[in-house]
Structure formats: C-alpha cells, structure tokens
C-alpha cells in the first residue's frame, strides 16, 4: 500500500487574473449577486466577479474563507438566507447534491425566506437532474426563478476564465448572470429545461472518467515493461488521439504530481451519478461502473482530495 500524502492546501491568489478578461469588454450588471460557497471553484469565481466590477454578497460554511473576499470588497453574511436576502441573483457552488439541498432546504437555508419576491437562484454545484428539479421546485413555490448554470473544466480552467458553463431552466435569469458567465466562461450554453444541464455534464463527467482509467492502465502497463512513460506520451502526442486533458492528465502520472484540478472524490461522486441516472433508465453501463469502482477503490487508498490522474497510482499495484 502507498504511503499517501495530502495535497498541499490550495490558496486562492486574490491578485491573480486571467488573461483573458481584459480583452472581453465586460460591463458588469447592476444587480446584487450572492454566493454560497467559497471553496476553489467558488473563490475563483468570486474574484474576478469583484474585479470585473460586480457587486457581490458572500458566505461560507467555514467562515473563515471569507475574509479575503470581504478585503476585495465583498459584504460576508452569516447565514445563506441572509445572502438571498441582501441579493438579486444567488449562485450557490458547494462539493454535492447534498449540500446545494441543503442550502436550500436546511435551517438557515434560502427557504426559509418565504417569498422570494422574484429573485433569481442559480446552481453551480455539480447535482443530478433530479436534485436540480427539486431544488427548483422549491425556489418557484417560494416565488423564485431558478437556473441550473453547471459548470464544465478544471480548477486552472476557472483560474484562466476558460470553463464551459452549461445552463438550463429559466431564461430570464440566464439572460441577467450574461456579465457574470461571460466573466468566468469561454462558452456558454442554454439548453432548456431543468435538468438538460446536469445531463450534459454528467456525459461529459463520464467520458473523462472512462477515459483516465484508460489512460491509467496504459501507462501502468509501459510501466511494468520498463518503458519511459515520458517517451509513450511523446508518442501519444504525435497520434490522432491525442488531446490536451490526456497529454496533461498523462504527464501528472508520469511525475506522480496529483495537485487537485479536479479533485478525485468530485470524479468519483460523478461517476455514481451518472450510474444513478443509467440504473433509472435501465441502461447498461458495464464500462462506467468498473471505472466507478476503480475511482472508489483509489478514494479508499487514500487519493480523495488528490487530482483524478491520481488513479494512476491504483492500477500500478
Ligand atoms: P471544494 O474546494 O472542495 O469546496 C467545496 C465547497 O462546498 C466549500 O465551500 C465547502 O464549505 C462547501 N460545502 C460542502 N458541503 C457543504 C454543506 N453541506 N453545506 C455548506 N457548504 C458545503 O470544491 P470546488 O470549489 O472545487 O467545487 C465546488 C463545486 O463546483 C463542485 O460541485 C464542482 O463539481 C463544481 P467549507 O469551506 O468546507 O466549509
């Protein structure tokens, strides 16, 4: 068994920009944007939110994470129902399903706010379909508008402006995060309903799931023949398969570097999302089930926080 160590803790550099966002002329919209969540994903969001000129609401379970953004200009509240209540739009990026419901549903949650009175609610946690119809049930009962606004790419993808946010839901509210989408995104996609956007995601999650695994056998393959892992990915990189994610993903494995892009319990909580989904349509999944139990085996190794190359380690014993 590996001997693990933790990543190093990330820390969001409140002075770093991507270099993108001075050529996107963006003219930050007038409303009142909250956010719940400030782990990697919501931070990097939230600081170029605030250096793009929008005003912004925040909290944090651990509220320690807000003091940066409250130096940046942020107003920090205590509870999520306070944010909803000092904001127009609220965009809430948290770890599961289970923590967006509970934001909404739980003891100082958005909810509690009996009237909504028109506000607009917009997840950005990565959540199944079912998960994003409940939630947005509850936001319209209370007299709120609902958009589920996932958002595909890594951390360094967020870091540089460049992730893919896929929305569906209602439009309205689509229309009114445009400053805010085009200051985080290259693309930006509506594509109807509620729960359309989960299901995008969720395919998107499993062709890179199914695709590192694969990436990881091979390499732990070379491996055993002694072969440099460095020389298979210079030939990878001459072929027709090759692609950005898996030149990357393949030189972290052959360094054994797992800094978090995407962290391996997020991949993981994918992969049993998606086999949830499949399991309520009766569709045969064989491939993504065995690549969700060599992600789970990994996590039970002690990989969880690390990136997800770091499944790597799993097929080399
Ligand atoms: P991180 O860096 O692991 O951060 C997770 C965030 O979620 C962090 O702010 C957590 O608060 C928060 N969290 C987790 N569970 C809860 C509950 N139950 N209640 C309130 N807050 C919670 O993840 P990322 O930022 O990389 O990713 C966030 C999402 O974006 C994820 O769905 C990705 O797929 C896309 P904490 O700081 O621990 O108190």
Partial sequence: RPVVTRPEAQVIDMSSRSNTLADRDIVPSEQTFGFLGLGMMGSTIVKDLIYTGHKVVVWNRTIDKCQPFAEAGAEVKDTPMDVVEAADVIFCCVSDPKGAKDLVFGNCGVLQLKDLNNKAYVEMSTIDPDTSLDIGEGIKQCNGRYLEAQIHGSRQEAAEGMLIILAGGDRSVFEECHSCF?????????????????????????????SLVGLAEALALADRFSISLNDIIDIFDLTSMKSPMLLAKGKEMAKGDFNPQQPLSHMQRDLRLVLN????????????????????????????EHDSSAVFVRSRF
């Fill in 277 to 304: 989904m499949a399991e309520n349509l009766d569709q045969s999944m064989p491939v993504t089930s065995i690549t969700n139990e060599v992600f789970k085996h990994t996590k039970r190794l002690g990989y969880s």
């Fill in 182 to 210: 085009k200051t985080i995104a290259k693309n930006t996609f509506f594509l109807g309903n509620i729960g359309n956007a989960c299901k995008v995601n969720l395919i998107l999650q499993t062709i890179l799931g199914v």
